[in-house]
């Protein structure tokens, strides 16, 4: 029943800039932390941005200047703001949550959004 769903993926050339959505919805009691993630062909799974429930954020050195992850709690939805974008942030950008229920919590996983960036 509960869904991240991920949107604002796309296209774009060297120095370009994109932001991605990602709404959770069923059930949740509260969001504990929510990121994003990135996986390129053949390498592994890397953080890229998270924000924890007290607002606290967390970005990858690689990322650092150029992305903010932000939140609208009213939404339960956050986002990713990447600003200069070059080759190297190409890949497949999973929205990743933590959310409370009554009694547990989980981690969740969106489907993905592909990001292209070409020189």
């Known amino acids: 029943q509960v869904q991240l769903v991920e949107s604002g993926g796309g296209s774009v050339q060297t120095g370009g800039s994109l932001k991605l959505s990602c709404a959770a919805s069923?059930?949740?009691?509260?969001?504990?932390?929510m990121g994003w993630y990135r996986q390129a062909p053949g390498k592994q799974r890397e953080l890229v941005a998270r924000?924890?429930?007290?607002?606290?954020?967390n970005d990858a050195d690689a990322v650092k200047g150029r992305f903010t992850i932000s939140r609208d709690n009213a939404k339960n939805t956050v986002y990713l703001q990447m600003n200069s974008l070059q080759p190297e942030d190409t890949g497949v950008y999973y929205c990743?949550?933590?959310?409370?229920?009554?009694?547990?919590?989980?981690?969740?996983w969106g489907q993905g959004t592909q990001v292209t960036v070409s020189s």
């Open positions: 990743y949550a933590n959310l409370g229920f009554i009694g547990r919590s989980a981690d969740y």
């Open positions: 924000i924890t429930s007290g607002g606290t954020t």
């Open positions: 069923g059930g949740i009691f509260s969001i504990n932390a």
